[in-house]
């Protein structure tokens, strides 16, 4: 279950439930451990805790005497820092800040869980409903340990926001990008087609905003 973080500032602790069983090193956290972090509030105040994103449950996590507990409500957070990066609540979840000058972009750390299946026929396997498995996971507390039980793994990606021009979108691949500079498409077609970039490259989706923010 969702957990909900407030220290006198923070007032409201629910814990998480703490799974035993065995675990591989596949995690859904985008840090490997949990962190030293500072939680800023938009009323004032800080607190310092050890923090970690969850990019399954989309939430931002703190390690309380080994329970996981949900950072909330995130409506009250103004910023977070985590080792020198910095993420702030947007649509009621917390994006990273990957670049901030003229253009603003924005990384939404997320992931899907991927479900090892069941036995099927003829040596097969039958994937079981997500929905199903997402929300066993969720009432057992697992998905906010650091790793998954055996079988199961996570497929991590990445939405983005760019802030150009005061108004703020939403991409999800460079076709998407795109439209974003429609008044410079051969500028944009350019780059792309030169530097190569990918959408699954951060840097080479970066290098191109800083690129076309010059033009």
Not at 10 to 21: A, D, F, H, K, R
Not at 48 to 68: R, V, W
Not at 98 to 127: E, F, M, W
Not at 155 to 170: E, F, I, R, V
Request: hydrophobic share 35%.
């Amino acid at each position: 279950m969702k957990a909900t973080f407030f220290i006198p500032i923070l007032s409201l602790l629910v814990s998480t439930g703490y799974s035993q069983i065995h675990k591989l090193e596949i995690s859904h956290y985008i840090f490997p451990e949990f962190r030293k972090g500072t939680v800023l509030m938009k009323a004032g105040g800080s607190q310092a805790t050890m923090l970690n994103y969850n990019s399954l449950t989309e939430e931002m996590i703190f390690d309380q005497n080994g329970k996981k507990l949900a950072i909330g409500p995130v409506s009250q957070i103004d910023t977070i820092y985590i080792e020198g990066r910095k993420f702030f609540p947007l649509k009621e979840k917390f994006v990273e800040i990957i670049y901030h000058n003229k253009y603003d972009l924005y990384a939404a750390h997320r992931c899907r869980l991927v479900d090892p299946g069941k036995p099927a026929a003829y040596g097969g396997t039958s994937q079981t409903s997500s929905t199903t498995t997402y929300s066993t996971f969720m009432s057992g507390g697992q998905l906010y340990e650091l790793s998954l039980p055996e079988g199961f793994g996570t497929n991590p990606y990445t939405d983005y926001w760019l802030k150009k021009d005061g108004k703020l979108s939403q991409f999800t691949s460079l076709r998407q990008l795109s439209k974003l500079f429609d008044d410079k498409p051969e500028l944009f077609k350019k780059y792309v087609k030169e530097n190569k970039v990918t959408y699954e490259n951060q840097e080479g989706i970066l290098a191109l905003i800083k690129y076309m923010e010059k033009q």
